[in-house]
């Protein structure tokens, strides 16, 4: 693993690894599945915020060349009860919009230069803030908000218990935990936040990321509020959101 900054000079090396992958004979696939845990080394890194959205490339290379560069924003976050969201110990006021899947004129198929253009016009009526709704996205999108800043919600369609749909979850996770702009998880959206699974899903979200908090849109549904870190209302009057902050 080697970490390099923007003009691509080496800013940060392997200082520790847990665990190493090893494959029997005439296969192609370990024999016991591991998730090794690296650290690596920054002297005084360049963090990411909405106002300056530093990203760096990490190049992971095994043994045998191949390599793949992984570009990433190394920050802090803290979500408080009386204050919301912080992005490097600085409070942060999320404004954004529920941005669907969808856009006149092309339908779902929307070009990567159209994502760039509500971008760019979320962030010059002062928004800094995109929600998927509410499936994941195409990782061209999350690259662009990365890119210029906005913290995003990621989220999956439904929550169940069944395998399916927990597999899901933790696909998307797995699929989008290196990007910048992802600063917390949804399991779901209203009517797709079933009765059963929100602890199925915590667990999946932990597996592979254990660095962000999760969500539910659905307050009210007992089991996902108990096992979700911030409450998401839909449609409900101010006063409700008083009560539960309380």
């Known amino acids: 693993f080697a970490l390099f900054d923007t003009a691509g000079k080496q800013v940060g090396t392997t200082v520790a690894s847990s665990a190493s992958l090893t494959a029997a004979a005439n296969t192609s696939s370990p024999t016991t599945a591991i998730t090794p845990t690296v650290k690596i080394a920054v002297a005084n890194p360049e963090l990411w915020s909405v106002a300056r959205p530093y990203l760096y490339t990490l190049k992971v290379t095994t043994d045998s060349g191949d390599a793949k560069n992984v570009s990433i924003g190394i920050y802090s976050t803290k979500w408080t009860g009386d204050m919301g969201f912080y992005l490097n110990e600085e409070h942060v006021k999320i404004r954004g919009f529920c941005n669907h899947e969808s ?17 760019q016009g979320l962030r010059s009526v002062g928004g800094n803030g995109w929600r998927m709704s509410h499936n994941p996205v195409s990782p061209p999108l999350l690259d662009i908000l990365d890119r210029i800043g906005v913290v995003s919600m990621d989220e999956t369609r439904e929550l169940h218990s069944d395998p399916i749909s927990i597999m899901n979850m933790g696909a998307m996770v797995k699929r989008d935990r290196n990007h910048a702009s992802v600063v917390i998880w949804s399991y779901c959206n209203e009517g797709g936040c079933g009765s059963d699974g929100a602890p199925e899903f915590r667990n999946i979200t932990e597996k592979y990321d254990g660095t962000r908090p999760t969500l539910g849109n659905r307050f009210g549904n007992q089991e996902m509020d108990a096992t979700t870190d911030v409450e998401g209302f839909s449609h409900k009057a101010g006063s409700v959101f008083d009560t539960y902050n309380q």
Do not use: E, H, Q, S
């Open 103 to 119: 856009f006149g004129g092309v339908g779902m198929a929307i070009p990567d230069r159209v994502n760039l253009f509500r971008t």
